[in-house]
């Protein structure tokens, strides 16, 4: 058990003391699902070694991952999209009518990029680039 465990051995390094005892065990599992594939009559049709064991894991979890990521797409708008529509409505942002631009004393975060800025449009009360951000926002997307 060992001497098959050391073989294909998960070595990600990490300062959590219980990864070390995490992965000792998903190794056992497999190794212990190795052995209990060898004692079926399938492994004399199929014989498989521990690495193909381990492959055939692996790529079962990995095409699960991939249909429930395929399943689960979102309906409405994820990450700063959702964010700006929730703190200017289109309708007032893409209006094109009185967004000026202010210097104002803080920094803030850029409402476009996410980058440091000084200057925000006053209609919007939001923080933009001046030449880069700020028609990039203002149009519809």
Partial sequence: MDQNIAKYRVSIRSKKWWWAIFSFCLDLCVQ??????????ASEYIPMDL???RRAIADIYLKRSHAAARL?????PVGRVAKLDRRVPPAIRCDG???LVEHISKQRRCAQCGKKVKQ???KCNVPLHRKYCFVAFHTPV
Avoid: N
């Fill in 51 to 53: 690495l193909a064991v």
């Fill in 72 to 76: 689960e797409l979102p309906t409405h």
């Fill in 32 to 41: 212990q699902t190795w052995h209990m594939y060898r004692a079926t009559p």
């Fill in 120 to 122: 925000i449009c006053l």
């Fill in 97 to 99: 009518l009185d967004h």
